[in-house]
């Protein structure tokens, strides 16, 4: 598991019951989550719940999966949000789609205004090909380790939705990795639309702007919903 902590309660693995609904986190109810820099978590959220993301101290980007709680073969897509929205990021009012382009989320709030959808998320194979570093943490090392529960495989973890990430798209149609704009206490707040499966990770990178150099902590609460959050 990650070192991340939790006030909840649903993080203790179940044994022996595969796909089936019910497996860690089954009572969701106003979960809390401290995810320290450069670590990860998971959870589940009800259809109907928020899932508040606050960059806590500012500049931290939050890598972001989900899955289909009663069947892992369907799971939020990039490809087909982009496809759904005809844009290449996402904003406010979003729909967030599944590969069975079915919506999962809805963005409800969203403080810093830049997400990125088309960046890969880190592995150790990108700090050790691109930095030559050995053992560095990495997004999809947090997905595997919170998703074990669930009995999902590093293999099946989709590309992720970079929340807060700045990769500004150029006029060439290139895109740039800058140093986020997020603000300490800055929040990203999502309806969920299906019961899922989350996983966050506060993105361990701290080799390039991605996190301002400085990896940092997000705070997560999964809540049942007022109709207008703020
Ligand atoms: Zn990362």
């Known amino acids: 598991m990650t070192e991340a902590s939790s006030s ?4 203790a693995a179940s044994a022996g019951d595969g796909q089936a609904a019910g497996a860690p986190g089954v009572d969701s109810h106003g979960q809390e989550f401290f995810v320290p820099g450069g670590h990860g978590t998971a959870f589940v959220a009800r259809a109907g719940q928020l899932v508040e993301i606050v960059d806590v101290e500012g500049q931290q980007v939050a890598d972001f999966v989900a899955f289909a709680e009663r ?7 990039t490809t087909h949000t982009r ?36 960046t890969s998320m880190c592995d150790d194979r990108r700090y050790r090909l691109d930095y030559g570093v ?12 919170a998703l074990e529960p669930w009995g999902i495989a590093e293999w ?4 992720p939705f970079n929340f807060f990430q700045n990769a500004p798209i150029h006029p060439d149609r290139t895109f740039g990795n800058e140093i986020p704009t997020g ?5 990203l707040v999502l309806r ?10 506060a ?25 207008d959050p703020s």
Not at 8 to 11: A, I
Not at 71 to 77: A, D, G, K, M, Q
Not at 156 to 159: A, E
Not at 183 to 187: A, I, L, M, Q, W
């Open 71 to 77: 069947n892992r073969t369907e799971w939020l897509s």
């Open 183 to 187: 603000r300490p206490g800055d929040k």
């Open 83 to 118: 496809s759904s929205v005809l844009r290449l990021t996402v904003q406010a009012g979003d729909r967030l789609d599944s590969n069975w382009r079915r919506p999962m989320f809805e963005i409800l709030r969203d403080d810093v205004g830049r997400n990125d959808i088309i």
């Open 156 to 159: 099946q973890i989709p590309d």
């Open 134 to 145: 050995e053992g560095h943490r990495s997004c999809r090392t947090n997905f595997t380790e």
């Open 192 to 201: 969920t639309l299906m019961d899922s499966i989350v996983s966050v990770s």
């Open 203 to 227: 993105c361990p990178q701290d080799l390039n702007p991605c996190n301002a150099f400085h990896p940092s902590p997000l705070r997560i609460r999964v809540l049942d919903a007022p109709a």
């Open 8 to 11: 909840g309660d649903g993080q």
